[in-house]
């Protein structure tokens, strides 16, 4: 895993975890990177120091990347599953109920559903709260 400090075009700095460098390249090129204030996909990497290992032994790497790998994965999970449990799903119907709620037209209520990345800067930009499930990648622990 790695964390890298970055900063959306509206001067938001924040952090995130990538399994690898080639993870977030890929990521920040189909726009899956967003700013978590307003929602900017024109995100950047910050310099940072390195984080430098001292002479102690520590676990190996790719052990401690598995370990929090997966920790990250069962909070994803966690996250889509209680959303999923306790949130009514509006389907395509995301961003004009989502809109309705915040002006008062429709009954207040946690939603959840699918939105156009349009929609959403819309709805960020007029003061909606809104924010992406996580993508949840099949759980392999019952496969042999």
Known sequence: MIRYALICDGSHGFE?????SSDYDDQAARGLVECPMCGSRA?????????????????????????MRTMMMEAAREVRSHVERNFDYVGDAFAREARDIHEGRS????IYGEA???????????GVPVAPLPDIPPDKSGVH
Do not use: C, H, N
């Open 43 to 67: 995100v950047s990497k910050q310099i940072m120091a390195p984080s430098v290992s001292g002479t102690r032994k520590s676990a190996p790497a790719a052990d401690m990347q598995a370990k």
């Open 107 to 110: 009954e207040k209520r946690e």
């Open 16 to 20: 995130a975890w990538f399994g690898s």
């Open 116 to 126: 156009t990345p349009a929609d959403v800067k819309k709805l960020r930009d007029d």
